[in-house]
């Protein structure tokens, strides 16, 4: 027993029990003094249970206010949730880190910022939020005639001084008309010139001509045609027509080269597609493929080589056939051979993704994307944008027309061993315009 306490008590207790023989059992002051000893240590041992069970107590509750103040929540392993501008767009939903997110602005805004944010590994996006800021198409100064321009959404609007008129105040206004005189004759006068109605106002002469045209000749009874389209011809605000500006008597016309239609505006042009639209003398082999201002029809044909055969599985695919048993070179082919063809406008501002691949389903590690081939391999670059998905990068303008031509690889791959290679074949058709 360690405890003495114990062993005075059970002195005591068997002495009252099982009284033997006197001469065994101690005295009563002997008695009298180890109870009291006992009770001595009795108190001691309870006062220091209290202490242990108070400490016990306040290590408790402590553990009670930090389990209050833990987050709700494990840490998040995502970056924050990115805003959408206001008049834009947001690509790309994926907020793990190594993923993207662009932004696109409407038509009438520029982006302000960055148009492409990564999420770091420290869970931080990369760049600043961008903001789709109004593009203000009054700074260069569109309204002829000190007309005063008021921006608008994708467009502006002059309000023109006395005497002049249209979109651009660029047409003088009949002002003054008080009693018609009568204007000398000109005959057989050409479409782009008419006599001017001239009045007299308070004893002089004063000529004016219908819009789209202004007073000249010696005594300013000609009414000269305007040329719009010379007058407009430099800025983008400014600029009539988005093709051919076509000079008319009063007025002027667009016009826009074979292959596309004026849009309802008067001034675009839009591509005529003439692959849904029948336009088009592709044979039923063959696959119709819109370009900007035209079309072309392409034929799909599987490469046969000494290694190995394929088959064609869709209208754009070919897969490899089954290879003779230990057939080494026949194993490493290709396992697929894809075929895609794109039409971009000519001079199309880059580094820009115009491409993307990826693996459906995955039975390897990890995939691996490269350019593998082709003439026009310099004008590109393959980017990652996850585990699953490569995206092929334009790096800079290409000035139409031609077709470029290059060859993408993904190959899969399980400890670092080759599984297979999936080859998409890609035909880049540029216009010649720049729409
Ligand atoms: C964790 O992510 C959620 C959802 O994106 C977000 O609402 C929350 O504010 C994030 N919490 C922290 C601590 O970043
Ligand atoms: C293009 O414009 C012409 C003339 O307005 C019209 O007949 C034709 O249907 C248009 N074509 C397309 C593809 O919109
Ligand atoms: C290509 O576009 C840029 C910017 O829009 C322009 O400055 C340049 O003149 C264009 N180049 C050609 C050849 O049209």
């Given at each position: 027993?360690?405890?003495?306490?114990?062993?005075?008590?059970?002195?005591?207790?068997?002495?009252?029990?099982?009284?033997?023989?006197?001469?065994?059992?101690?005295?009563?002051?002997?008695?009298?003094?180890?109870?009291?000893?006992?009770?001595?240590?009795?108190?001691?041992?309870?006062?220091?249970?209290?202490?242990?069970?108070?400490?016990?107590?306040?290590?408790?509750?402590?553990?009670?206010?930090?389990?209050?103040?833990?987050?709700?929540?494990?840490?998040?392993?995502?970056?924050?949730?990115?805003?959408?501008?206001?008049?834009?767009?947001?690509?790309?939903?994926?907020?793990?880190?190594?993923?993207?997110?662009?932004?696109?602005?409407?038509?009438?805004?520029?982006?302000?910022?960055?148009?492409?944010?990564?999420?770091?590994?420290?869970?931080?996006?990369?760049?600043?939020?961008?903001?789709?800021?109004?593009?203000?198409?009054?700074?260069?100064?569109?309204?002829?005639?000190?007309?005063?321009?008021?921006?608008?959404?994708?467009?502006?609007?002059?309000?023109?001084?006395?005497?002049?008129?249209?979109?651009?105040?660029?047409?003088?206004?009949?002002?003054?008309?008080?009693?018609?005189?009568?204007?000398?004759?000109?005959?057989?006068?050409?479409?782009?010139?008419?006599?001017?109605?001239?009045?007299?106002?308070?004893?002089?002469?004063?000529?004016?001509?219908?819009?789209?045209f202004s007073v000249s000749g010696r005594d300013s009874s000609v009414?000269?045609?305007?040329?719009?389209?010379?007058?407009?011809?430099?800025?983008?605000?400014?600029?009539?027509?988005?093709?051919?500006?076509?000079?008319?008597?009063g007025g002027y016309r667009c016009s826009c080269p074979a292959g596309?239609?004026?849009?309802?505006?008067?001034?675009?042009?839009?591509?005529?597609?003439?692959?849904?639209?029948?336009?088009?003398?592709?044979?039923?082999?063959?696959?119709?493929?819109?370009?900007?201002?035209?079309?072309?029809?392409?034929?799909?044909?599987?490469?046969?080589?000494?290694?190995?055969?394929?088959?064609?599985?869709?209208?754009?695919?070919?897969?490899?056939?089954?290879?003779?048993?230990?057939?080494?070179?026949?194993?490493?082919?290709?396992?697929?051979?894809?075929?895609?063809?794109?039409?971009?406008?000519?001079?199309?501002?880059?580094?820009?993704?115009?491409?993307?691949?990826?693996?459906?389903?995955?039975?390897?590690?990890?995939?691996?994307?490269?350019?593998?081939?082709?003439?026009?391999?310099?004008?590109?670059?393959?980017?990652?944008?996850?585990?699953?998905?490569?995206?092929?990068?334009?790096?800079?303008?290409?000035?139409?027309?031609?077709?470029?031509?290059?060859?993408?690889?993904?190959?899969?791959?399980?400890?670092?061993?080759?599984?297979?290679?999936?080859?998409?074949?890609?035909?880049?058709?540029?216009?010649?315009?720049?729409?």
């Amino acid at each position: 027993m360690k405890n003495p306490g114990h062993a005075v008590l059970l002195s005591v207790f068997l002495c009252q029990i099982y009284i033997t023989s006197a001469q065994d059992c101690p005295s009563k002051q002997e008695l009298q003094n180890s109870l009291h000893q006992a009770q001595k240590l009795l108190s001691a041992q309870e006062s220091s249970y209290l202490q242990s069970l108070r400490t016990l107590k306040k290590k408790l509750s402590l553990l009670q206010d930090s389990v209050v103040q833990l987050p709700a929540k494990p840490r998040n392993l995502t970056c924050p949730a990115l805003d959408t501008p206001a008049h834009g767009r947001k690509l790309g939903k994926v907020l793990f880190p190594g993923h993207e997110a662009h932004f696109l602005c409407d038509a009438g805004y520029e982006l302000l910022g960055s148009e492409t944010r990564q999420c770091r590994d420290s869970l931080s996006w990369s760049g600043q939020q961008p903001v789709c800021r109004e593009i203000d198409e009054c700074l260069s100064s569109p309204c002829a005639n000190a007309g005063t321009c008021t921006d608008e959404v994708n467009g502006f609007s002059c309000v023109c001084p006395k005497g002049w008129a249209g979109p651009a105040c660029q047409s003088p206004t009949p002002t003054f008309l008080v009693t018609v005189m009568n204007s000398p004759a000109v005959t057989a006068a050409p479409a782009f010139t008419r006599p001017a109605r001239c009045s007299a106002v308070q004893g002089t002469t004063v000529c004016s001509c219908e819009p789209g045209f202004s007073v000249s000749g010696r005594d300013s009874s000609v009414c000269t045609d305007i040329d719009e389209c010379k007058l407009f011809h430099n800025g983008p605000a400014g600029r009539l027509c988005l093709h051919t500006c076509v000079n008319t008597a009063g007025g002027y016309r667009c016009s826009c080269p074979a292959g596309y239609n004026l849009t309802r505006d008067g001034r675009n042009c839009k591509d005529i597609d003439e692959c849904s639209s029948r336009q088009n003398d592709c044979t039923r082999e063959q696959i119709c493929v819109n370009t900007y201002g035209g079309f072309q029809c392409v034929k799909v044909e599987c490469p046969n080589t000494r290694d190995a055969t394929y088959a064609k599985t869709s209208a754009v695919r070919c897969e490899r056939n089954p290879c003779p048993a230990g057939s080494r070179s026949c194993s490493q082919a290709p396992n697929s051979v894809s075929f895609h063809y794109l039409s971009l406008v000519s001079n199309l501002s880059a580094p820009r993704v115009v491409f993307r691949m990826s693996a459906s389903r995955m039975i390897g590690d990890s995939l691996r994307f490269a350019v593998s081939g082709g003439r026009s391999r310099r004008h590109f670059s393959m980017q990652r944008l996850d585990r699953q998905t490569g995206e092929l990068l334009l790096t800079g303008p290409v000035q139409g027309p031609q077709t470029l031509e290059l060859e993408l690889e993904m190959s899969e791959l399980e400890r670092r061993e080759l599984l297979g290679r999936y080859v998409t074949k890609l035909k880049i058709f540029v216009s010649q315009y720049e729409f």
